[in-house]
């Protein structure tokens, strides 16, 4: 039976990309059989006249995941807006069928998952007639437990205490936070110990703030990860999935 954790975001650009493809780093340069999945993508790049999913991309290189991008990124969109967005404006809606077809493949190819959602826990994937289905929707459905990645910095007591307390109202289970853009400083270290104390949730990473990302980026995400995070933990965050 695979394993699997849903990773979420306190906001948009929060770093969960980073962050995941750090963490599939280090499941799969350790043998474990991993992959990545991420149900929609806006903001896509165009090479050549083909749409390529640069967050996808990047997870697949850092860990050195050989999948179909179809397969784990099933809805990919040019627009840089919302998922739901995107898919009005390019006229190709998200079908959960085909979200949990692909989704049912990996669960039978891999022994673990770890998944990405595009922004925010409320971020919308669908909106029609039927009503707004979001991110909390899909992980409900697909019944994954999540870690959340929030800033180090100014602003994120605010937002993570009330991811965390959104998140555990939907019924969802927490396994950890993690904290992206991490500094020594006074400030990031009594944010994070505020948190612990206000939400009960463990810190399980830290990883530090990559100074000139776009340089080397590939090896600077392994390197950073590998001090970051824990294997021991990381698969502790693991549940058997649905």
């Given at each position: 039976?695979?394993?699997?954790?849903?990773?979420?975001g306190?906001?948009?650009?929060?770093?969960?990309?980073?962050?995941?493809?750090?963490?599939?780093?280090l499941?799969?340069?350790?043998?474990?059989n991993?992959?990545?999945?991420?149900?929609a993508?806006?903001?896509?790049?165009?090479v050549?006249?083909?749409?390529i999913?640069?967050?996808?991309?990047?997870?697949?290189?850092?860990?050195?995941?050989?999948e179909?991008?179809?397969?784990?990124?099933?809805?990919?969109?040019?627009?840089?807006?919302?998922?739901?967005?995107?898919?009005?404006l390019?006229?190709?809606?998200?079908?959960?069928?085909?979200?949990k077809?692909?989704?049912?493949?990996?669960k039978?190819?891999?022994d673990?998952?770890?998944?990405?959602?595009?922004?925010?826990?409320?971020?919308?994937?669908?909106?029609d007639?039927?009503?707004?289905?979001?991110?909390?929707?899909l992980?409900?459905?697909?019944?994954?437990?999540v870690?959340?990645?929030?800033?180090?910095?100014?602003g994120?007591i605010?937002?993570t205490?009330?991811?965390?307390r959104?998140?555990?109202?939907?019924?969802?289970?927490?396994?950890?936070?993690?904290?992206?853009?991490?500094e020594?400083?006074?400030?990031?270290?009594?944010n994070?110990?505020?948190?612990?104390?206000?939400?009960?949730?463990?810190?399980?990473?830290?990883?530090k703030?990559?100074?000139?990302l776009?340089?080397?980026?590939?090896?600077?995400?392994?390197t950073?990860?590998?001090?970051?995070?824990?294997?021991?933990?990381?698969l502790e965050?693991?549940?058997?999935?649905?």
């Amino acid at each position: 039976m695979a394993k699997g954790v849903f990773i979420v975001g306190t906001d948009t650009d929060v770093g969960k990309t980073i962050v995941t493809a750090g963490l599939m780093h280090l499941l799969r340069s350790n043998g474990y059989n991993a992959t990545y999945f991420k149900a929609a993508l806006s903001g896509a790049l165009e090479v050549r006249g083909k749409l390529i999913p640069g967050d996808t991309k990047v997870v697949s290189e850092v860990s050195n995941l050989d999948e179909a991008y179809e397969n784990i990124t099933p809805f990919v969109y040019k627009a840089a807006v919302s998922p739901h967005l995107a898919a009005k404006l390019e006229n190709n809606p998200i079908d959960l069928n085909i979200v949990k077809e692909k989704y049912n493949y990996l669960k039978e190819k891999y022994d673990f998952i770890i998944a990405e959602g595009s922004g925010g826990i409320v971020c919308p994937l669908i909106d029609d007639e039927r009503g707004v289905y979001t991110l909390e929707n899909l992980i409900k459905d697909l019944g994954i437990e999540v870690i959340i990645v929030a800033r180090a910095g100014l602003g994120t007591i605010n937002h993570t205490v009330l991811t965390v307390r959104n998140i555990q109202g939907l019924g969802i289970k927490i396994k950890g936070i993690i904290i992206n853009n991490y500094e020594e400083q006074l400030l990031c270290d009594d944010n994070i110990k505020i948190i612990e104390k206000l939400t009960k949730i463990p810190i399980i990473g830290k990883l530090k703030t990559i100074d000139n990302l776009e340089d080397n980026m590939i090896e600077t995400i392994k390197t950073n990860a590998e001090k970051a995070f824990s294997l021991g933990k990381v698969l502790e965050c693991m549940e058997e999935l649905k």
